[in-house]
């Protein structure tokens, strides 16, 4: 199904000042609710602003799925600006900050993003682990962790439980 435009409007940009920010908005059923696409551009300075968000939240949600084939890495995955992401083969663990804004991507692009904010981090083979994950060379749990239950994996071997999150 495709994205359903649900706002076309035109603001004063924040950085040029001009009533040239186009602003665009979408809403996109997924399998566990819906989603908030925003693509913001200004056509005179092309300030671009994009964001992806729950349009509506839903019950905390884990997801794990076992990576064991290219099928795997290819997986359709929207992470949500509320969710924890762990692959404990890989030592991974990615904690949202306030500025988080979601994504939509595939494991192996996961991975991509994971690897770009390490930046130097990488050198002198830190990373080698996580390249050979991407190539399918070794096998990684990926798990999810989402307070907003929102974030999904399009995948028929993904486990969905919903654990009881503390109040906080």
């Not at 004063?12 to 399998?31: L, M």
């Not at 929102?150 to 009881?164: G, Q």
Request: glycine content about 6%; overall charge negative.
């Amino acid at each position: 199904m495709e994205p359903e435009l649900v706002m076309d409007q035109v603001f004063k940009c924040p950085v040029c000042k001009k009533d040239t920010f186009q602003a665009k908005d979408y809403v996109y059923d997924t399998p566990t609710g819906k989603l908030l696409l925003s693509y913001w551009e200004c056509t005179d300075c092309h300030y671009l602003y994009r964001d992806v968000k729950p349009y509506e939240t839903g019950v905390p949600v884990e997801i794990t799925l076992l990576v064991t084939s290219e099928d795997d890495l290819s997986s359709l995955v929207y992470r949500s600006a509320f969710a924890e992401l762990y692959i404990p083969e890989l030592g991974v663990e990615v904690i949202p900050g306030s500025s988080y804004q979601g994504a939509v991507s595939t494991i192996r692009g996961l991975l991509e993003i994971i690897m770009d904010n390490m930046g130097s981090l990488c050198k002198n083979k830190k990373c080698d682990k996580i390249r050979q994950a991407m190539d399918g060379k070794i096998q990684f749990t990926v798990i999810i962790k989402d307070s907003s239950g929102t974030s999904f994996i399009k995948n028929d071997k993904a486990k969905v439980t919903r654990p009881l999150y503390p109040s906080q």
